[in-house]
């Protein structure tokens, strides 16, 4: 009867034990999926002409530059980085830091990003 007793209590607790553990990792995966939502905008910056832009990150994770979607794959997209490759094999990286930063590949050069147009 005491064995059987102490099996019920163990297993008991091992279920409560599994259950706080599914429900953490849940919670985690939430907390990931708001970080990421940080690049959804719209982002302006110039260039080194002085010449100004308006960057647009969609819902869809998805890149519009002055009004003209860019052809693009998502290749990375965590709360620090979000990362995506042109449809000339060049990769686009906003980084998560402080001030804001999108990195053209293509012509070697990082941008200050602004919530506010300059």
Do not use: C
């Amino acid at each position: 009867m005491k064995k059987r007793i102490s099996y019920l209590i163990g297993m008991s607790l091992l279920t409560l034990l599994g259950g706080v553990a599914v429900q953490k990792r849940q919670q985690k995966k939430q907390e990931k999926a708001s970080d990421v939502t940080i690049y959804v905008r719209t982002w302006y910056f110039q260039d080194q002409l002085q010449q100004k832009h308006q960057l647009t990150v969609l819902p869809e994770y998805t890149l519009v530059l002055d009004q003209q979607p860019i052809q693009a794959t998502l290749i990375e997209l965590n709360a620090q980085k979000f990362v995506v490759r042109d449809q000339y094999g060049y990769h686009l990286v906003l980084t998560n830091q402080s001030p804001m930063t999108f990195y053209d590949e293509a012509e070697d050069i990082s941008y200050v990003l602004s919530k506010k147009e300059q």
